[in-house]
């Protein structure tokens, strides 16, 4: 992911999972995660992961 398809998943997507839910895409089939605590939680987790991807990679082009 670039950096600005970082930004926009922490502006646009990943408020729009804890609100109205989402589908994770497997090999295997979609796993449904409707509104409510787990995808709240499941949000939440997604937020700092791209954050911390994104200080890495603002990080590694100050350097680089």
Do not use: H, N, W
Request: charged share 20%; no cysteine; proline share 8%.
């Amino acid at each position: 992911m670039t950096p600005d398809d970082i930004r926009y998943a922490l502006a646009k997507q990943v408020p729009d999972m804890r609100g109205r839910g989402f589908v994770i895409g497997t090999s295997y089939g979609d796993l449904s995660v409707p509104p409510g605590p787990l995808a709240e939680q499941l949000a939440y987790t997604v937020r700092l992961v791209l954050a911390l991807e994104l200080a890495t990679l603002r990080q590694t082009q100050q350097v680089g």
